[in-house]
Structure formats: structure tokens, C-alpha cells
């Protein structure tokens, strides 16, 4: 995957470079502009069948419009009536292609929003100014072969996003124990790589999965900053004191999926009135979204309150 999106941005500077340092484009009969950088030798694509390309598109003054490249996946687009149907413009130069071809092709901006991809041109593009496009066509497939190279293609994906998880969740656990240790909090850990301290035991049994449970929390960036509680006293407190909001406990039903994974895990620690405090990496909480005022990547430390077990 590295090696693909290294050699994607390698073919994307040496075609800028050489589309600003002179010039050699051709012409077609209906003004579509054109150079190949490098001509492939192999085959053509077929009524049916799927290129998987790389595709960057690029306004007047130089601003990356989209850039496959930056997405760090290709683009599959299939070869049938929709690359006949408009010359002098994208379609066009996608009947040129074949596999191994990287080419660059020039044509009204206008063309491109409304034609391709059949949407009003922003206002802050200008009408009769040239996108430059630049492809580089990866593979050619029959959509039997193409089935096959997207299982890979996500399978290779997932391995990646589990070896980033599994990078991030360990830096995670070096900030909350950095963060513990300057603190003089002494917390348990448990397999996931939640941290947690048990405030109060509670009584009785513990929530199973599939129980219905609720719950009080207010939920802190590492830093100290309140992001949600539903205790009022602390939302004036924090100075996040909401006059709109009810605050009571939030019911959810344990070991669903319906919270955060580090509320799952967490919350199951805790009998009926017990309290903690839970510090979820970010890999057991939102990852690598952001949510509101809580940044990608963010540790979250949780008061909690289990309230009840409702049944």
C-alpha cells in the first residue's frame, strides 16, 4: 500500500512538472488537450470492463480539486456508455487509455461539473478556465476479476487499520500512564487497555450484556476540559451548564454497540450505585473522528455513576 501511494504522488509531481515546464500537448477535433507521460503496453479495456485508476483533478490557479492519491485509494470507474457519452472532456481522454498509460488532459472546467459529474460549478471555480486532470491507469478488470481485487484490496485495508489501532492504542496507554503516574493514581488495566479506578464497589450482581442500564457521567479531555455530563452541578461547575438540556441519567443497553466500545467495557465493571472512573484510549472511544470539541485521536476520561440495572 505504502509503495502504491508513494509511486501515485511520484507520477503526480513529474506530471506537474512537465505540464508547467513546456508544453506538447496535442489537440483533438473537440479541443480536448492531451499528453501522455507514459504510454503503457497493456491492454485496452473492453465494453464491461473496470479500470482502477489514479485520478487527480486540478483548478486554474493549482488547487487540488480531488486527488485519488490523497484519499490512498484508486478509483474504479467502468468502461461502458458513460465514457461515450461526452467528448472534449474527461470521457474522452478515458477512451484513450489502456493499462500502465498515465496521461494528462486539459479542458473547461465547466465541462467537468456538468457534464461528468452533472452538478452546478461552484462559484468559486471559473467558468472557461482550464482543470488539468492527471490519470494513471493501475489495472484493467473484468468485473469477475475486479470482485476479486476488491476482497483484497479490503483485506489489505482492515490489516492496516488494525496494525494503526493497534500503534495508536499502545501510544494511548503510554499518555494515560504518563498521565496516572504524575497524578499519584493508581488504576487498574484491564486487557482491552482500559484504566480504571473503582471509587465505589455498588451492590449486588454486575450488568450482563443486553441489559438495559443507566447511567450518570461527566466525560473530560485529558487536559481537564468537560466535554458532557448529564449532572447538572457539574455542567455549572465546568461552565458547560446547558438550560435547554434535561440532565439525568443516559440509558443504553449494555454490550451493543450503542455507546462508545470503552463504555461497554467500563460500565460493565460496576454494580447497581457503584462509581468510577474510566480512562478509554482513544481506540475504545471515537478513533480517528472527531466528535464536536473532542479531536481525532482524543483520550476520554468518564465519572461514572452506575444509576441502576432496569432489567
Same mark, same amino acid.
Given at each position: 500500500?505504502?509503495?502504491?501511494?508513494?509511486?501515485?504522488?511520484?507520477?503526480?509531481?513529474?506530471?506537474?512538472?512537465?505540464?508547467?515546464?513546456?508544453?506538447?500537448?496535442?489537440?483533438?477535433? =473537440?479541443?480536448?488537450?492531451?499528453?501522455? +507521460?507514459?504510454?503503457?503496453?497493456?491492454?485496452?479495456?473492453?465494453?464491461?470492463?473496470?479500470? +482502477?485508476?489514479? @485520478?487527480? $483533478?486540478?483548478?486554474?490557479?493549482?488547487? #487540488?480539486?480531488?486527488? =485519488? !492519491?490523497?484519499?490512498? =485509494?484508486?478509483? &474504479?470507474?467502468?468502461?461502458?456508455?458513460?465514457?461515450?457519452?461526452?467528448?472534449?472532456?474527461?470521457?474522452?481522454?478515458?477512451?484513450?487509455?489502456?493499462?500502465?498509460?498515465?496521461?494528462?488532459?486539459?479542458? *473547461?472546467? %465547466?465541462?467537468? $461539473?456538468?457534464?461528468?459529474?452533472?452538478?452546478?460549478?461552484?462559484?468559486?471555480?471559473?467558468?472557461?478556465?482550464? #482543470?488539468? @486532470?492527471?490519470?494513471?491507469?493501475?489495472?484493467?478488470?473484468?468485473?469477475?476479476?475486479?470482485?476479486?481485487?476488491?476482497?483484497?484490496?479490503?483485506?489489505?485495508?482492515?490489516? #492496516?487499520?488494525?496494525?494503526?489501532? &493497534?500503534?495508536?492504542? %499502545?501510544?494511548?496507554?503510554?499518555?494515560?500512564?504518563? $498521565?496516572?503516574?504524575?497524578?499519584?493514581?493508581?488504576?487498574?488495566?484491564?486487557?482491552?487497555?482500559?484504566? $480504571? @479506578?473503582?471509587?465505589?464497589?455498588?451492590?449486588? %450482581?454486575?450488568?450482563?450484556?443486553?441489559?438495559? +442500564?443507566?447511567?450518570?457521567?461527566?466525560?473530560?479531555?485529558?487536559?481537564?476540559?468537560?466535554?458532557? !455530563?448529564? #449532572?447538572?452541578?457539574?455542567?455549572?461547575? &465546568?461552565? +458547560?451548564?446547558?438550560?435547554?438540556?434535561? /440532565?439525568? *441519567?443516559?440509558?443504553?443497553?449494555?454490550?451493543?454497540?450503542?455507546?462508545?466500545?470503552?463504555?461497554?467495557?467500563?460500565?460493565?465493571?460496576?454494580?447497581?450505585?457503584?462509581?468510577?472512573?474510566? /480512562?478509554? *484510549?482513544? !481506540?475504545?472511544? /471515537?478513533?480517528?473522528?472527531?466528535?464536536?470539541?473532542? *479531536?481525532?485521536?482524543?483520550?476520554?476520561?468518564?465519572?461514572?455513576?452506575?444509576?441502576?440495572?432496569?432489567?
Amino acid at each position: 500500500m505504502y509503495k502504491t501511494i508513494k509511486s501515485l504522488f511520484l507520477f503526480f509531481a513529474i506530471a506537474l512538472f512537465q505540464s508547467c515546464g513546456q508544453d506538447g500537448f496535442k489537440t483533438t477535433d =473537440s479541443g480536448l488537450k492531451y499528453k501522455f +507521460v507514459i504510454e503503457g503496453e497493456g491492454v485496452a479495456p473492453e465494453d464491461g470492463n473496470i479500470l +482502477v485508476m489514479n @485520478v487527480s $483533478y486540478v483548478d486554474a490557479p493549482g488547487n #487540488v480539486i480531488f486527488s =485519488s !492519491t490523497r484519499t490512498g =485509494s484508486p478509483m &474504479a470507474i467502468g468502461y461502458d456508455d458513460s465514457v461515450r457519452s461526452h467528448d472534449g472532456g474527461l470521457e474522452e481522454g478515458i477512451r484513450m487509455l489502456r493499462k500502465g498509460d498515465s496521461l494528462i488532459m486539459k479542458f *473547461p472546467i %465547466e465541462n467537468l $461539473y456538468e457534464n461528468t459529474f452533472n452538478l452546478t460549478l461552484p462559484d468559486s471555480l471559473e467558468r472557461g478556465t482550464d #482543470v488539468t @486532470v492527471f490519470i494513471g491507469v493501475e489495472d484493467v478488470f473484468t468485473r469477475e476479476e475486479f470482485g476479486v481485487y476488491r476482497m483484497k484490496m479490503m483485506e489489505k485495508q482492515q490489516e #492496516v487499520f488494525i496494525e494503526r489501532q &493497534a500503534d495508536q492504542l %499502545e501510544e494511548d496507554g503510554k499518555m494515560i500512564d504518563a $498521565y496516572l503516574k504524575e497524578k499519584n493514581i493508581d488504576a487498574e488495566i484491564g486487557p482491552s487497555g482500559l484504566r $480504571y @479506578v473503582i471509587i465505589e464497589e455498588g451492590e449486588g %450482581e454486575f450488568p450482563q450484556p443486553n441489559q438495559q +442500564v443507566s447511567v450518570n457521567y461527566t466525560g473530560k479531555l485529558l487536559n481537564g476540559q468537560v466535554f458532557d !455530563t448529564s #449532572v447538572e452541578a457539574d455542567a455549572r461547575e &465546568a461552565d +458547560v451548564y446547558n438550560a435547554g438540556r434535561q /440532565y439525568q *441519567p443516559y440509558q443504553f443497553t449494555l454490550g451493543t454497540g450503542s455507546v462508545i466500545r470503552g463504555w461497554d467495557i467500563g460500565i460493565g465493571l460496576l454494580k447497581r450505585g457503584g462509581k468510577g472512573v474510566l /480512562y478509554i *484510549p482513544s !481506540t475504545l472511544a /471515537y478513533g480517528e473522528r472527531a466528535n464536536g470539541i473532542i *479531536p481525532a485521536n482524543a483520550i476520554l476520561v468518564f465519572n461514572v455513576e452506575l444509576v441502576n440495572i432496569l432489567n
